[in-house]
């Protein structure tokens, strides 16, 4: 099995900074893509950003410019930089990644357990 842990959600003023931080661990033989997805309530969830395992990203309109997303394949973890936070950007953000694992073939996708994001006007 694999566990993704987050962490470095809470609470920040409009215009503030915070670091998102996901580590992956178990029979890790390769992880593909990962990214950062948040859920608001009563919205659906959407994609923020993705990292390809050769760093190619993609962002969601809505926070080009202003959040990047990087990798440390040596330690299994993604990280998302989130700066120049606006109300609008609280949610619960989630780490997503596609892996594959020594124990059987293909990949699968696994889940963070969410951390919450709340930015102040």
């Known amino acids: 099995q694999v566990q993704l842990v987050e962490s470095g959600g809470g609470l920040v003023q409009a215009g503030g900074s915070l670091r998102l931080s996901c580590a992956a661990s178990?029979?890790?033989?390769?992880?593909?893509?990962m990214g950062w997805y948040r859920q608001a309530p009563g919205k659906q969830r959407e994609l923020v950003a993705h990292i390809t395992s050769g760093g190619s990203t993609n962002y969601v309109d809505s926070v080009k410019g202003r959040f990047t997303i990087f990798r440390d394949n040596a330690n299994n973890a993604v990280y998302l930089q989130m700066n120049s936070l606006k109300p609008e950007d609280t949610a619960v953000y989630y780490c997503?990644?596609?892996?594959?694992?020594?124990?059987?073939?293909?990949?699968?996708?696994?889940w963070g357990q969410g951390t919450q994001v709340t930015v102040s006007s």
């Open positions: 997503n990644a596609d892996v594959s694992t020594w124990r059987n073939s293909g990949s699968y996708d696994y």
């Open positions: 178990g029979s890790i033989r390769r992880i593909n893509i």
